[in-house]
């Protein structure tokens, strides 16, 4: 039954992928981390993905992007792409090469949380952020590096428990190898940006993490819908009457949520452990 489950996972996700990329290429009016962001979210969580693709970012027609992308909640999704694709792929690549070392789960665990972070935190975050502040990386690290952090301990809330219970309920599930590992991370990789929206939709609504961004001059008319793109044209008239104007929180306010959602992870490792003990 399992078996048979996968098949049809995988050929879904395979179609997913294909629609996703031919999209991309053809209509998307958005900046190149935020499509590559997609498309390997797509290839981690199929048709999924897709879904959230179709509701949330997809142009409808020339010169609507702005206008479809506008409301929070699509903007929060398109916002936990970024974080989700850069640690989801820190985890899978982590997840692929533990195994050769034979580390006990909690060390596995804990080595692809690093990884997770490091993806997250220096590709898809400050990359996509580098223009909002004139092409310097390390102060897009520095400036993105809150956000990355709270949303990275809520991803790894929920793929955690979900790697490690899974693992040990489908034996074979560690081994890159097997096509089960892969719908075991596809599984994770979607509990995980389930659990991760909340903080998203906080951090967009309250401009402390960028959402869906349109770069300007390629989607036509109507550039007053919505938002521009922080990665590029960083003078751009629109990105100064239109863009996303980013805050940042007082440095107490933000150690609190760090600490708040460390807790929270903390706290999802402990129940994993009533389940499966967790060694190092």
């Excluded at 967009?204 to 793109?229: F, I, Q």
Aim: glycine fraction near 8%.
């Amino acid at each position: 039954m399992l078996n048979g489950a996968m098949l049809v996972w995988f050929i879904f996700a395979a179609i997913s992928v294909i629609f996703v990329v031919w999209d991309s290429i053809t209509n998307a009016p958005t900046s190149w981390v935020q499509r590559m962001a997609w498309i390997l979210v797509v290839v981690y969580t199929g048709v999924v993905g897709l879904i959230l693709y179709l509701l949330t970012c997809r142009r409808p027609f020339p010169g609507a992007h702005d206008a479809f992308t506008r409301a929070t909640w699509k903007q929060s999704v398109n916002s936990e792409m970024h974080c989700l694709a850069g640690d989801a792929t820190g985890i899978v690549i982590a997840a692929s090469i533990v195994p050769i070392f034979g580390l006990t789960n909690g060390w596995d665990a804990t080595i692809e949380y690093i990884a997770g972070f490091i993806c997250g935190l220096f590709i898809f975050q400050a990359l996509m952020m580098r223009g909002m502040y004139q092409g310097n990386y390390l102060k897009a690290v520095r400036k993105t590096f809150f956000a990355e952090t709270v949303s990275m301990n809520m991803v790894m809330g929920g793929m955690i428990p979900t790697m490690i219970i899974l693992a040990s309920l489908w034996p074979g599930s560690e081994d890159p190898t097997n096509a089960i590992f892969w719908f075991r991370m596809s599984l994770a990789t979607i509990v995980g940006g389930i659990i991760a929206y909340p903080i998203n939709y906080y951090l967009v609504k309250n401009h402390l993490k960028h959402g869906c961004m349109t770069l300007p001059g390629r989607d036509g008319p109507a550039p007053h819908l919505g938002h521009c793109s922080l990665e590029s044209h960083p003078t751009d008239k629109n990105h100064k009457e239109h863009g996303m104007t980013m805050r940042t929180l007082p440095l107490p306010i933000a150690i609190i949520w760090v600490a708040c959602t460390l807790i929270f992870l903390l706290f999802t490792i402990l129940i994993t452990n009533q389940f499966v003990p967790l060694r190092f």
